[in-house]
């Protein structure tokens, strides 16, 4: 069947070496999942056909050809679409679409880039939390002796339904089946590794900066921890992990505990890893699934935009509230239905605007600023802000 439309992507390739160029990728899911991987797709100058049952999903803007329908309702066009396809991966969270996936991978003509029972356990916070006490990784202790408590649900992504409980009366009020931890304070730090069930690589440690309800609302890259990066690198080795996995843990005062594993493309951190590092995760996670004996040792070699390499990112969202610009977490994005470049041009100087419209908070932002050096990002940075502002 004809796309719902069919029209070049506004991101443009800046990946002259890439040996993905004009390879043919299909995303099934369009919200946040979906733009963060359909931008790195584009910037390695692949052909991106998303696939979503919603009419407005946020990716379509920046993919090449968008179908609009239910994959688990029209199996045989989905599976057309994937013959049509290099290489397709999930990036959507509903249970009743990765169960569709997983039942027919046999039929699916392209490599499928995902890992299914890794994100059995890591979707389900209380398998997670069972996995990392078998192989001794740290963790926060469940059902502390007193307050503070860290209560979040067993199977929701991210922040969703996350909150601090100070007294004993209010726990109590805590849904049955919520996970009740010690509270750490510190920084909470991500960490991707990707893998091909034999060799597993490490990538970037950033910093998630959270706001007052859990959501994140601006990610920066921080330096190497070996630390953290051998529990990560255990985590993986554990799965047996063919794709990619994101790892979140606090450095707190009594060293690392592992908040949650997510084996899925995730949202948010892979834009700040390629541009401070140059490592473009998509790229890798095909390499792991494409190269399967020389990935250790070449996948990195072919996912990697020197051009970015030992640089600093500033990823963050905005909302435009009397005529101020305000930090907002990515619920604010994911809310919206008009997701689009903005103030086009800029690139070239280290800016990238994105505009999303529909959402309640009225017009919100995505910017991404980056440099050589965490100075020159920040000048940029501003530089953005004023742009935004300067449109009426």
């Known amino acids: ?106 039929e699916i003509k392209c490599p499928l880039l995902f890992d299914f029972d890794a994100y059995e356990i890591s979707c389900d916070k209380s398998k997670s939390k069972e996995y990392f006490r078998k192989i001794n990784i740290p963790t926060p202790a469940d059902r502390p002796a007193g307050p503070p408590y860290f209560v979040k649900p067993p199977g929701e992504s991210g922040s969703v339904g996350a909150r601090i409980i100070k007294t004993d009366k209010d726990l109590e009020s805590v849904p049955a089946g919520y996970l009740i931890e010690e509270y750490v304070t510190g920084p909470v730090i991500s960490l991707e590794v990707i893998g091909n069930g034999k060799n597993y690589t490490v990538i970037k440690e950033t910093y998630i900066h959270i706001d007052d309800v859990y959501d994140c609302f601006m990610v920066t890259p921080l330096p190497f921890d070996e630390t953290y990066r051998k529990i990560a690198y255990d985590l993986a080795k554990g799965l047996q992990l063919k794709g990619i996995m994101d790892v979140e843990a606090i450095a707190g005062p009594k060293g690392w505990r592992v908040l949650e594993i997510d084996a899925r493309f995730p949202s948010q951190t892979p834009i ?10 998509l790229l890798l996670l095909i390499e792991s699934f494409s190269n399967t004996e020389a990935f250790s040792s070449e996948g ?41 470049p903005f103030a086009a041009g800029q690139a070239e100087q280290g800016i990238e605007i994105f505009e999303c419209l529909g959402s309640d908070s009225g017009p919100t932002y995505t910017v991404i600023s980056y440099g050589k050096t965490k100075e020159e990002a920040e000048i940029k940075k501003k530089k953005a802000e004023a742009l935004i502002l300067s449109q009426k």
């Not at 020197?306 to 610009?325: A, M, P, V, W």
Request: glycine share 6%; net charge negative.
């Open 1 to 106: 069947m004809p796309a719902d439309f069919v029209k070049p992507s506004p991101i443009v390739s800046d990946f002259p070496e890439s040996s993905y160029a004009g390879k043919r990728i299909c995303l099934v899911g369009g919200k946040l999942q979906g733009v963060e991987a359909a931008y790195l797709a584009k910037k390695a100058g692949l052909y991106v056909i998303l696939i979503d049952k919603v009419p407005t999903a946020l990716a379509q803007s920046l993919c090449d050809e968008f179908h609009c329908f239910d994959i688990t309702e029209d199996k045989s066009r989905f599976i057309s679409l994937s013959a049509e396809s290099d290489y397709m991966i999930p990036v959507n969270e509903n249970e009743q679409t990765i169960a569709f996936l997983k039942a027919v991978q046999s």
């Open 272 to 281: 700040c890893v390629y541009f401070s590092s140059g490592v473009n995760l």
């Open 300 to 340: 990195l070699r072919h996912s990697l935009n020197q051009k970015y390499t030992d640089s600093y990112c500033i990823f963050e969202h905005f909302r435009k509230k009397n005529g101020e610009l305000i930090s907002g977490g990515e619920h604010l994005i994911s809310a919206g239905n008009d997701f689009h």
